[in-house]
């Protein structure tokens, strides 16, 4: 039977005529139709996926919430109700593309045993099967890796630090598309950083200290060796050795381009940029600081003469023309920065900014965890 083809821009027009949560929904079905809405010549005809900021305070038992997301979709379930209940409270650790990695409390690797990955949107969750036992750890560190536009399953990669505070060569990754935990080896000392991002088969993490990427391949279940290659990051380096104590910028994609976000020197500045190329960055957008905050003078030091800005870099996002922002000393607020229209507006009051355990972008998405994942996950826990 001769199957029809319809050209791309007749698609386009008919995927913009359905409601933004039909349209969600059936994009997760075909990858074409997925490409569509982060392909920049057809991506102003579509129905805009929103996306808005979760956060979690730094209190115990506290939930897990959502702001800035202006369709007010109630089905999207942010505090997590329909995963049963441990002994310990929910911990949000990691969001990819919509979907959440969280935790039921616990330190060490006690972490790993109670670790989920759920979907708010459509409120399905697995739990991670136990890893097998292995040497002491003192802290484990998981990174949740999801691009549906080049697979449909995720990964999870465990990083584990050793009593004396390296890093184990022993990498933990975890496929759902069979939900079985494999071991590679990893040579490097390099020092991770909170800041990553899971892009076309490649996970993006960010140096403590060395202002530079890590980015790794992600393996299949025959690898053992994990192969890793360094990319420099653009604008200034950060640590003590430059007497600055702040965030290293922040990582996006647009696109399906990486993307980076950092303040200029005098804080007044936000660039950025986008990666063309293996290693080339190009400056993006050069976004005024000034009027947002309704000051001149956003760096500082501190008691050990230690340089630092007065505002944080919590997100962005280009597809949207947002950028999420934190106000460290005036009322602690968190705004919603229009790269479009230049103007900020406060989303969040938080009374003190240090209660502010974890913050991560979202957006939602609308696809069911296929079959084989779920069944393989009840099989193995």
């Given at each position: ?60 038992g506290n939930a897990i ?134 892009l076309k088969g490649v ?179």
């Open positions: 039977m001769a199957t029809t083809i319809l050209p791309d821009d007749l698609v386009v027009e008919i995927l913009s005529r359905l409601p933004l949560k039909s349209f969600c929904r059936f994009r997760c079905v075909c990858k074409s139709w997925l490409a569509f809405s982060s392909d920049p010549h057809y991506r102003k005809k579509l129905p805009g996926t929103p996306s808005g900021l979760l956060y979690q305070k730094n209190e115990h919430h959502l702001v800035g997301l202006p369709s007010g979709d109630r089905d999207i379930d942010t505090t997590l109700s329909f995963v049963p209940c441990y002994e310990h409270p929910l911990e949000l650790k990691g969001c990819s593309n919509g979907l959440l990695l969280c935790y039921h409390g616990g330190t060490g690797s006690k972490e790993i045993s109670d670790a989920i990955v759920c979907n708010p949107a459509t409120q399905e969750w697995m739990a991670l099967p136990n890893t097998e036992p292995g040497p002491a750890v003192s802290y484990a560190d998981l990174k949740l890796c999801f691009d549906p536009l080049w697979s449909q399953h995720f990964y999870v990669f465990q990083f584990e630090t050793t009593p004396n505070g390296g890093y184990d060569t022993d990498v933990k990754v975890f496929f759902s598309e069979d939900s079985t935990w494999s071991n590679c080896l990893w040579e490097t000392s390099d020092i991770l950083g909170g800041d990553s991002l899971f996970l993006y993490v960010d140096h403590l200290w060395g202002h530079y990427l890590l980015a790794l391949d992600a393996p299949d279940t025959c690898t053992q060796l994990l192969n890793h290659r360094i990319l420099q990051l653009p604008g200034f380096p950060n640590g003590p050795e430059q007497r600055f104590y702040c965030f290293d910028g922040c990582l996006c994609q647009s696109s399906g381009v990486l993307c980076y976000a950092q303040q200029e020197l005098d804080g007044c500045i936000i660039r950025i940029w986008s990666l063309e190329g293996s290693d080339r960055w190009v400056v993006k957008h050069r976004l005024n600081m000034n009027n947002v905050f309704g000051r001149d003078i956003m760096l500082h030091t501190n008691n050990e003469g230690l340089w630092y800005f007065d505002y944080e870099i919590l997100a962005f996002d280009l597809e949207r023309e947002l950028v999420f922002l934190a106000d460290t000393i005036a009322d602690n607020k968190i705004i919603s920065y229009s790269i479009s229209t230049g103007k900020g507006s406060q989303i969040l009051n938080i009374p003190r900014f240090a209660d502010l355990y974890r913050s991560r972008l979202y957006v939602p998405y609308y696809g069911k965890f296929p079959a084989c994942v779920l069944q393989g996950a009840q099989d193995k826990c």
